[in-house]
């Protein structure tokens, strides 16, 4: 076998000097000359064993890449690629990441429920299949922020796959395969349709030092919508531009942020003529 191979070659890698010749040494005494000369020959001996190791290993590994290429007709695997080949699949993507078409979800009401089968759970939060009324089938996440009202700490205290659960659809991406929902009413935080103009002056004073509490009500490819309240309660939705996500270079606004989700925000510029908020979730130093 290939591990037989393998430790043929260490054995003759670890062979003592006095044991790795044609002949031992006559004495302990001999001549270091004498053993100076012999040490060619065990390098070359050593180098041999190696090679001729490699080489089997290399026909073993030849064999089994044949025995591979010939088993998916049967569904056979060699016993050695079995475990690698179940890993991948545990780590594959769900259903709406790669072959789901999402656009049939994409003109439904956030207000409307829909019946959805919990497929996995992550740390994140899960991922429940849902059908359209066309019978499109597809994979959403329920972010851990939009599974209930407070704060959950473990998504498998919550849900659990196979289970059923009622879903409503916050956001869809049908160009990069991603679909957001929520298993919260519409007015438990996030999901809730977008708020009219309001009046942004109680913001106007807010010092950019200070630290807001915001949901994240949905996004764009250029940033994110949070709502805030300010101090006399006014409640309004600001843009967290996608360079102020976070310190260095933000590549997708939706890797870093998800409809629903609680954050912390600073208001660093306010329009009240145009109803403009800036927001930003950086510390003040950046």
Request: with cysteine.
């Amino acid at each position: 076998s290939l591990a037989q191979v393998l430790t043929q070659a260490a054995v003759c890698s670890s062979i003592p000097p006095s044991l790795n010749t044609a002949k031992m040494a006559p004495s302990h005494f001999e001549p270091p000359v004498r053993r100076q000369r012999s040490r060619p020959a065990r390098a070359s001996a050593v180098l041999l064993c190696c090679a001729a190791a490699l080489a089997a290993a290399a026909a073993h590994l030849r064999a089994a890449s044949l025995a591979f290429a010939a088993s998916p007709a049967t569904g056979a695997m060699p016993r050695a690629l079995r475990g690698s080949a179940a890993a991948a699949r545990g780590s594959r993507l769900p259903r709406a990441a790669w072959d789901a078409d999402l656009s049939a979800f994409e003109g439904l009401s956030p207000d409307e429920w829909l019946d959805g089968t919990v497929a996995r759970t992550a740390p994140f939060g899960a991922f429940v299949s849902v059908r359209a009324a066309d019978g499109t089938e597809a994979d959403g996440l329920v972010h851990i922020s939009q599974i209930r009202d407070g704060f959950v700490e473990n998504v498998d205290d919550e849900v659990s796959e196979g289970q059923e659960v009622k879903v409503r659809v916050l956001s869809v991406d049908a160009g990069r395969g991603r679909m957001s929902l929520t298993m919260k009413e519409p007015g438990a935080g996030g999901g809730a349709p977008a708020r009219e103009p309001v009046n942004l002056a109680p913001f106007e004073g807010t010092p950019s030092e200070k630290w807001l509490d915001g949901t994240v009500v949905r996004t764009a490819p250029f940033g994110a919508f949070v709502t805030v309240k300010a101090e006399d309660g006014t409640a309004a939705d600001g843009l967290v531009h996608i360079t102020q996500i976070r310190d260095g270079f933000v590549e997708s606004v939706d890797d870093e942020l998800q409809a629903g989700q609680e954050v912390q925000v600073r208001v660093v510029s306010v329009d009240v003529g145009a109803g403009k908020l800036g927001l930003s979730m950086k510390s003040p130093e950046f």
